[in-house]
C-alpha cells in the first residue's frame, strides 16, 4: 500500500491550495483516509478524514478545510481555504480500517507528506 501526498507550497496568508493524496493498493471508498499536519517542534495533530460514508475535521479547522474525494482516481483531497502562517506545517495522509479516528496510531499507512508554508 503505497499514499502519496503532492500539492503543498510556499503561499501567501489568505491563499488556497488543495492537496491530493493518491493511493494505491487500497480502494480509499473502502477505508478511512485522515489528514494530518506536523509544524516545527511540534506534534502530529488531526485536520480530519473521510470515510465510506462522511467526513469529520478538527474543531478548530472546520469552514476553512474540507476533505473530498474521487473515487475514479482512488484520491483523496483536501482543501485549505483563508490560509494562515499558522498552517505552516508538513501535511500528512493517512489510511486506516478503523471506520473513524483522529489519533494518529490507528493509521495503518501514511504517506511521505507535503510542505505547505504560509507567508504573513
Known amino acids: 500500500v503505497q499514499l502519496q501526498a503532492s500539492g503543498g507550497g510556499l503561499v501567501q496568508a489568505g491563499a488556497s491550495l488543495r492537496l491530493s493524496c493518491v493511493a494505491s493498493?487500497?480502494?480509499?471508498?473502502?477505508?478511512?483516509v485522515g489528514w494530518f499536519r506536523q509544524a516545527p517542534g511540534k506534534e502530529r495533530e488531526f485536520v480530519g478524514c473521510i470515510n465510506p460514508a462522511s467526513t469529520s475535521y478538527a474543531d478548530s479547522l472546520k469552514g476553512r478545510f474540507t476533505i473530498s474525494r474521487d473515487s475514479a482516481k482512488n484520491t483523496v483531497y483536501l482543501q485549505m481555504n483563508s490560509l494562515m502562517p499558522e498552517d505552516t506545517a508538513v501535511y500528512y495522509c493517512a489510511l486506516g480500517s478503523v471506520r473513524w479516528s483522529k489519533v494518529v496510531a490507528s493509521y495503518d499507512y501514511w504517506g511521505q507528506g507535503t510542505l505547505v508554508t504560509v507567508s504573513s
Open positions: 493498493g487500497r480502494t480509499v471508498s473502502n477505508y478511512v
